[in-house]
């Protein structure tokens, strides 16, 4: 199964209220991403798990968390959403770097 | 970091081959260039990678010039099911971040 799987596909949130997304891999991949995408720009990369080392993007560093408990399982965690929060968000893994990455259908947020 | 550059819509007919041009300028020896297609309401899909010369797989050509500094990805006989953004990629220094182009958005005419 080479699939990566997120959960829910559509989800809508109030402003000011935690979001929490899901996301699984079987592959047995060492690396998990999280991206965001809005329409007409490229997915940005909000961080990524390296086995249990967690790196973020500095612009990102304080507006999402996220959390691997095991190596098949990833979420991304937004405290507080904001309007400026809805966006697809795209997770994805690869067995390690220069390696191809596998992306999920993605989960689409809206916030109201 | 290598940013790429990619014109952003390209048109074509059915059973024609397509191709989409990628800048990268300031590729470093470290890094190789993936494309990827995304259609709508889903995940991005890997096409192909490569690092010099030619690279061919069941969907795809590509081609990189001797300088690294250009690559295009040949589609053969597109189909309306090959409509998509496709994106030019390089890894990132830390070799784990892609960075992404604008992407081209390919339109497919019957």
């Known amino acids: 199964d080479t699939t990566v799987k997120q959960n829910p596909r559509y989800k809508l949130a109030r402003v000011g209220k935690p979001v929490n997304l899901i996301c699984s891999q079987t592959?047995?991949?060492?690396?998990m991403y999280w991206y965001q995408k809005k329409p007409n720009q490229a997915p940005k990369l909000l961080l990524f798990?390296?086995?249990?080392?967690?790196?973020r993007e500095a612009d990102t560093f304080e507006k999402f968390q996220s959390s691997r408990p095991n190596n098949s399982f990833c979420s991304l965690y937004i405290g507080s959403a904001g309007l400026e929060y809805s966006a697809m968000y795209l997770c994805?893994?690869?067995?390690?770097?220069?390696?191809?990455?596998?992306f999920g259908k993605g989960t689409r947020l809206t916030v109201v | 970091l290598a940013k790429t550059t990619q014109p952003p819509s390209m048109e074509a007919y059915e059973g024609q081959e397509v191709n989409v041009s990628c800048s990268h300028t300031?590729?470093?020896?470290?890094?190789?260039i993936y494309w990827y297609r995304q259609v709508p309401h889903q995940g991005p899909q890997f096409i192909i990678q490569g690092y010099k010369d030619y690279v061919v797989n069941e969907v795809a050509s590509l081609f990189i010039s001797a300088d690294r500094k250009l690559s295009t990805l040949s589609l053969p006989w597109v189909s309306l099911r090959d409509a998509a953004v496709y994106y030019c990629i390089v890894t990132g220094d830390s070799n784990y971040q892609l960075i992404w182009g604008s992407g081209t958005k390919l339109i497919i005419k019957p």
């Open positions: 994805a893994s690869s067995r390690t770097a220069n390696t191809e990455v596998f």
């Open positions: 300031n590729i470093a020896t470290s890094e190789y």
């Open positions: 798990y390296y086995d249990k080392i967690l790196n």
């Open positions: 592959m047995n991949h060492d690396t």
